[in-house]
């Protein structure tokens, strides 16, 4: 920060404060930003079987979505907006995925597809019927959600939770009543 100091010497507090604005370091966007904020892929709302569990470096283990108890045969929706880029099995399962705006992709399994690849589907959509079998799942059925952003080689995972419109805010109280 050696040019900070010269450029005080030379009287450019102006100067400085563009400066430091102009290379300040830009935050991404959060996943529960207002244009990703999407609805529940089972209706009615279900219940959590098992919740996201972000492993520390991408290559260990960890729970990469949440899972909701469903029923067999029962309707899988599209939480937001998109374009079906994967309808079919995949190493043996049977999954969605959908490309939302913002490079935000959803996942869905075990689903049977109703859509296919490169249909554009709206929030609400039916895509499938929901597949029992999930590996882990205490119920007769349960939907794998699972949400990422960025080109899959180097996805950044999300905790699809926090994507939901529906998800309320819970701030910790500062002092004990």
């Given amino acids: 920060m050696w040019f900070v100091v010269w450029l005080r010497s030379l009287g450019c507090p102006v100067l400085i404060s563009t400066l430091a604005v102009a290379v300040a370091p830009v935050a991404p966007a959060a996943p529960g930003d207002a244009q990703d904020r999407f609805g529940w892929p089972l209706r009615p709302r279900p219940a959590i079987t098992r919740y996201f569990d972000e492993p520390r470096e991408r290559w260990n283990r960890g729970h990469r979505g949440v899972d909701m108890a469903g029923a067999p045969d029962q309707r899988v929706i599209a939480a937001g ?97």
């Fill in 81 to 177: 907006p998109g374009i079906v880029v994967y309808a079919g099995s995949l190493a043996g399962r049977p999954l969605i995925s959908i490309e939302h705006a913002g490079g935000l992709r959803t996942t869905y399994e075990p689903v049977a597809p109703l859509v296919k690849p490169g249909q554009r589907v709206s929030e609400g959509s039916v895509i499938g019927t929901l597949l029992p079998g999930h590996p882990g799942c205490p119920e007769a059925a349960c939907l794998h959600w699972g949400a990422l952003r960025g080109p899959a080689s180097a996805a950044d995972y999300l905790n699809p939770l926090g994507i939901l419109a529906s998800t309320p805010l819970r701030l910790k109280p500062l002092t004990r009543d």
